[in-house]
């Protein structure tokens, strides 16, 4: 038996009001662009890796924050087998009696969505995911820690020759990582199923709730300053501040996941009879993520959070 350690990079679309994302819509969220894996053997050693970059054929423009996180190129795609190729290519190459591991929830996903759009007939093996295993013996809790945290933990240092956001070379420090994690049974308790993608199902998430003494409380409590991405739920950091709305308990500020991209986070705070308030948290992925536009609109949000503190220092 073999282990494979898997590990996917998608591009996405400008907006979700272009004209790519409008012709395929909830069918296709993100069109995979790289096929990363590492192959070990029974005794956990690396005995062979694999990488593809895929040509899309919807989401034919490569995303620019995509570009910068990844390193990926448009000359990387353009002439690159297309997804069904890519993926028969890596089912061959992984052969038979292997275990299919990722780290992370999101790739099955994608990988699922992709297979099902592209027609491809072939049902998923088992996959098992490394993070939470990791997390249980980090003692994290439910708290997913990113491959860096892991790489940290057990004292494995990032090595020039492998750039972290390439498929094959994450998939190289997830082995890294795995090589110091417990045995088999214990990773197969930790099954992945694909999630259905949709816009709506990944755009918003269920409004929390928690008790604040004041609003003052509410908005410099760790669920308004860390607001977890609607997506990967790992936690991101409001930078500039909240701003109150015109509808009254209102205030919304501005965050950026790594992976997904710019955040808006609403907080809503309804007085209780008792005293204090219920703060509603919401958080929900800009329609827009463009680069352009999401460092227009960080600055346009310092600018009047910095108005709104000279306002109130004024009036003290």
């Known amino acids: 038996m073999q282990y494979i350690i898997m590990d996917l990079e998608w591009n996405q679309p400008l907006s979700h009001h272009s004209m790519p ?4 819509g909830d069918k296709l969220m993100f069109e995979l662009i790289q096929i990363g894996a590492v192959k070990l053997d029974e005794e956990r050693r690396l005995v062979g890796s694999f990488n593809r970059h895929i040509m899309p054929t919807h989401y034919k423009k490569l995303n620019p924050r995509i570009r910068r996180i990844t390193g990926i ?12 190729d890519a993926l028969e ?4 190459w992984c052969s038979e009696d292997f275990v299919l591991m990722t780290w992370g929830c999101d790739d099955i996903s994608v990988l699922a969505q992709n297979m099902a759009f592209f027609g491809f ?3 998923l093996p088992p996959v098992y995911d490394l993070q939470p295993l990791f997390g249980r013996i980090s003692n994290a809790g439910k708290n997913r820690h990113s491959l860096r945290k892991a790489m940290a933990y057990y004292g494995i240092r990032p090595s020039a020759d492998h750039a972290f956001h390439s498929a094959v070379d994450d998939a190289y420090y997830t082995a890294l990582v795995f090589q110091r994690l417990p045995a088999e049974e214990d990773i197969k308790a930790f099954p992945e199923a694909p999630r259905k993608l949709g816009q709506r199902d990944r755009v918003k998430k ?8 004041t ?15 609607p997506v990967c739920a790992r936690k991101t950091v409001v930078t500039e501040g909240y701003i109150p709305q015109s509808e009254e308990g209102f205030h919304l ?12 986070s609403e907080l809503q705070f309804v007085p209780q009879e008792n005293g204090g308030f219920a703060m509603l948290s919401r958080v929900s992925l800009s329609e827009q993520q463009h680069p352009a536009y999401v460092r227009t609109k960080h600055i346009q949000w310092a600018q009047k959070v910095q108005e709104l503190k000279e ?4 009036a003290c």
């Open 89 to 92: 290519q890596f089912v061959a």
């Open 311 to 314: 306002k109130e220092s004024q």
């Open 206 to 213: 269920k409004a929390a709730e928690k008790r604040v003494a």
């Open 121 to 123: 007939d072939d049902k």
């Open 253 to 264: 500020a501005l965050s950026d996941c790594e992976q997904h991209g710019l955040i808006k």
């Open 73 to 84: 190129q448009q000359d990387d795609l353009d002439g690159a087998p297309y997804f069904k």
């Open 215 to 229: 609003v003052l409380q509410g908005l410099s409590s760790s669920e308004a300053m860390f607001p977890a991405c």
């Open 21 to 24: 994302f409008k012709r395929v």
